[in-house]
């Protein structure tokens, strides 16, 4: 894109996508993430303040979490979840678990409070957020928890 403020100088933009599958995404310059999506489905989402709900694969450590606010995990058996997959700068995922068989693994990707390893009770909700990539590399940090 041309700049409108009369700078020569050209800058990375966001750009449209439109797929049968998801719909009408506009997409980081880079092509990595979805900023924001509009389908007919679900209206509009903003990739950092979505409202999609998933569940987890059954025992996937590093379950996808890309546009979507809250994740819910009722493992089948005992899963250490180590990281979460396709986040976007900013984005906050509530994990809600559906039982104990999950342990959230503390390491550097992956921040917990007191630096330990957790495993919620059924009922439980632990708060994520993604540090921007200028920061550190797929880094996400607790910002809070609820367990029950």
Same mark, same amino acid.
């Given at each position: 894109? $041309?700049?409108?403020? @009369?700078?020569?100088?050209?800058? &990375?933009?966001?750009?449209?996508? +439109? ?27 903003? +990739?950092? $303040?979505?409202? @999609?709900?998933?569940?987890?694969? &059954?025992?996937?450590? $590093? ?16 899963? @250490?979840?180590?990281?979460?997959? &396709? ?11 559906? #039982? ?5 693994? #503390?390491?550097? $990707? ?15 909700? /632990? ?13 996400? /940090? ?7």
């Amino acid at each position: 894109l $041309t700049p409108t403020n @009369s700078s020569s100088e050209l800058v &990375d933009q966001p750009y449209l996508s +439109a797929e049968s599958s998801s719909g009408l995404r506009v997409m980081k310059s880079d092509g990595s993430t979805a900023i924001m999506s509009f389908t007919d489905a679900g209206g509009v989402t903003h +990739a950092e $303040t979505s409202n @999609s709900f998933t569940t987890a694969a &059954d025992a996937d450590a $590093t379950p996808t979490v890309q546009s979507i606010s809250v994740l819910y995990l009722s493992n089948t058996g005992a899963t @250490s979840v180590t990281a979460l997959d &396709d986040g976007s700068d900013g984005q906050i995922v509530e994990l809600h678990f559906g #039982n104990a068989n999950t342990t959230l693994v #503390n390491s550097s $990707t992956f921040s917990l409070a007191g630096s330990t390893n957790v495993t919620p009770t059924a009922n439980s909700v /632990v708060t994520m957020r993604k540090l921007p990539t200028a920061i550190t590399a797929n880094r996400w /940090v607790e910002v809070a928890r609820s367990i029950k």
